[in-house]
Structure formats: structure tokens, C-alpha cells
């Protein structure tokens, strides 16, 4: 399968597409593209210890509106916006007005177990990228592979989702999706590998965080798959021209997926009919913890899709991202996170005790 990797940055970035290794032998078809941006070398990760998609810090609006105005102004919240602030509130502020701290060792062993993993079924191919027109193009023509690809192979990884949770916009990217081995159902289970430095079990608070995280994606899968696209409402608040006339770089790729598409529009509308054949994915979420010096199994966590808890959580996280009040620190009982925490000597939570939660 053939993904395309699109880091935009100003005006023109590279990007690569990805082959799985079906769609090597057999070009056409099942080619597919998967979204793997500039966003894996800059995202956060909380101590959940997940890299993924969130978007290059932007430039801040000036002070006074909400955190969501100044940051992520005409961009979608990423799914991993949503688990960091879970972890900590207080971190996520840390971190949109400084900045991400450096990446530890252990962060960027988990990067490369992820692209290790990717590269079992996908393969990249670079394109470049002149807007964001563009960029949004490549990610439609990645999920239309990665979709291609489970339905063709029962399993993708690194698949794009992309869709509006209480009223934001939100992005994400899936690790795996795979068909049941049954053969009988027809509902795919998504499923996220956290890697761990050492080889204990982990806590709560971890566990709590990766539900979220699957959660965030099982809503959005089954929103594209369930709902209407909300193409007026993705035109206007991403500021983009339906009408846009794509690259012959970008048009070459979508040929080369058996398609033909000339604007950004001709791609939605081939996303959008991909998404009517796909089935909704099980309420079962699976959550795969492996070490990192062996890539040997730790533990296999199956848990339920609970809409009202998710529900609760999202609208939390938005409330601080609102700005309908202040970030709270972490609770009494997760005070042992502040010891992993770089802002930990700025942090008001170190002044008094007290400040707890
Ligand atoms: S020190 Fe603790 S409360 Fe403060 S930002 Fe870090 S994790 Fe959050």
C-alpha cells in the first residue's frame, strides 16, 4: 500500500504516500494512502507513552482568548491534544506556551517501534505538498487506501480519521485496524501498541489515558463511517476551496490508485463513498502493551466502548481548552506523574501542596 506522508510546512512541504506490501506486487487497487506528517517528530507524548499525530505547535494568537483560539485556531484538535491534557492539564498549558520538551530515549524507541510496525504493511512514497488544500487531499487518499487495504488484507496501520467530537474538530491517526480472524464478523477492532521501558504492568492512569485514546478513534471511525460528512462545516472552518486544482504530483498518485480526481472536491467525494461501504468498528478496544527491548507481549488489555464516559472525558478536556476554566493539576493520588513532568520546577503544584487537583 502506498501512503503519502505529507509534512506542510509555509507553502510547500514533502510528503510520501504508502504502498502495503500487497500493493507493491499488484499496483493498481490496493494502493493506499496513509497520513504520517511532520507530526511525528514533534508530537507529545504524556507518560501513556504514545507518539502520534499531533500537528507542529502554530504560532500563538495573542493572549486573552481561549487556548483552542490561540493554538488551534482553524485546525483540528489532535487525538493526542485530547490524551495529553487528560494526563495533565496543567502540562498541556506547560507545553503550548513553551513548547514540547526534548524527547526522551524511551519516546523515541516507541517512534520506532510505531514505523517499524508500519512498515510491515505500508509503504511510503513522498509527493510534495503546496496548501493545505493539498495536504487534506493526501490525507482523503490515505484513509481510501488504509481502508482498501483491511478490507482487502484484514489489517491496516497508521490509518488517518478525522471528524467534529462535541462541536471540534478532531484528527487522529489509528494505529491498527485489523478484521476479525473469525471470518464471521465483519466489525474491525482497533487496536493501540504502547511500548514500555521497563517490563511492568501499567498503572491506572495509563490504561485510563489509552481508553481514551481508542475511544477518541472508535468515535470518529464510526462517525465517517455512521454520519453525513460535514463537507460545508470542513470547507469553511479549514478555510479550504473545494474547487482547488490538485498537483500533477498528487493527481499521478490518486491515477496510480485507479482514480481520477482533479480537485480537492473529486477526492471527498471518493472518500465519501468509500466510507458507505465500510462497516462501524466492535465495541471491544484492544490495548496492546509490549517492551521495548524485545517487542515480548506485557499484557493485552480488552475493554468496552463506554459512549457516556467518553462523552464526560471530551467535554472536560474542552472545557480547559475553551478557556471555561483554569487547567487543574493532577490529582492526589497521580501526584507521582509530576516526577516525570520537565515543568515540574515551574509548576505552581511544587509551591503548596495543597494545590492539588
Ligand atoms: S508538575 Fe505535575 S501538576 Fe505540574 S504540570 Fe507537571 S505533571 Fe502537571
Redesign the pocket.
Known amino acids: 500500500m502506498a501512503l503519502i506522508e505529507a509534512a506542510l510546512s509555509a507553502a510547500v512541504a514533502a510528503a510520501r504516500p504508502v504502498l502495503s506490501a500487497a500493493a507493491r506486487r499488484a499496483a493498481p487497487l490496493s494502493c493506499c494512502a496513509s497520513y504520517s506528517a511532520a507530526a511525528s517528530s514533534s508530537s507529545f507524548s504524556c507518560g501513556s507513552g504514545d507518539i502520534e499525530d499531533s500537528p507542529p505547535l502554530p504560532i500563538p494568537t495573542p493572549r486573552g482568548q481561549s487556548l483552542l483560539a490561540r493554538f488551534r485556531g482553524r485546525r483540528a484538535l489532535a487525538v493526542t491534544d485530547i490524551t495529553a491534557t487528560e494526563w495533565?492539564e496543567?502540562?498541556m498549558e506547560?507545553v503550548l506556551e513553551h513548547g514540547r520538551p526534548e524527547r526522551t530515549q524511551a519516546m523515541k524507541a516507541g517512534s520506532e517501534r510505531h514505523a517499524q510496525l508500519e512498515q510491515e504493511v505500508i509503504e511510503r512514497v513522498d509527493v510534495t505538498i503546496r496548501s493545505a488544500e493539498e495536504m487534506w487531499a493526501v490525507k482523503f487518499m490515505n484513509f481510501i487506501v488504509g481502508a482498501n487495504q483491511l478490507m482487502l488484507e484484514g489489517i491496516t496501520r497508521e490509518l488517518p480519521v478525522f471528524g467534529v467530537i462535541e462541536g471540534s474538530w478532531m484528527i487522529g491517526v489509528i494505529d491498527e485496524l485489523q478484521m476479525p480472524p473469525d471470518g464471521v464478523s465483519l466489525h474491525p477492532i482497533l487496536v493501540d501498541t504502547k511500548t514500555r521501558y521497563k517490563p511492568t504492568p501499567p498503572s491506572e492512569a495509563q490504561k485510563r489515558n489509552g481508553r481514551l485514546q481508542l475511544m477518541c478513534y472508535k468515535y470518529l471511525w464510526d462517525n465517517l463511517i455512521g454520519e453525513k460528512f460535514p463537507a460545508e462545516n470542513f470547507f469553511s472552518y479549514f478555510d479550504l476551496d473545494p474547487n482547488y486544482l490538485l498537483s500533477d504530483d498528487i493527481k499521478q498518485f490518486i491515477r496510480l490508485l485507479g482514480l481520477d480526481a482533479k480537485t480537492l472536491e473529486d477526492v471527498l467525494k471518493y472518500f465519501k463513498v468509500t466510507c458507505h461501504t465500510l462497516p462501524r468498528s466492535q465495541e471491544q478496544l484492544l490495548l496492546r502493551y509490549e517492551l521495548q527491548a524485545d517487542h515480548s507481549l506485557l499484557e493485552e488489555y480488552l475493554f468496552s466502548y463506554d459512549a457516556s464516559w467518553f462523552k464526560d472525558q471530551i467535554q472536560e478536556v474542552l472545557s480547559f481548552w475553551q478557556g471555561a476554566r483554569d487547567a487543574k493539576?493532577?490529582s492526589e493520588e497521580e501526584?507521582w506523574?509530576?516526577s516525570f513532568?520537565k515543568?515540574?520546577n515551574n509548576?505552581p503544584?511544587?509551591a503548596s501542596s495543597s494545590r492539588c487537583c
Do not use: D, G, L, T
Open positions: 495533565c496543567k502540562q506547560f493539576f493532577v501526584r506523574k509530576c513532568c515543568f515540574a509548576c503544584i511544587n
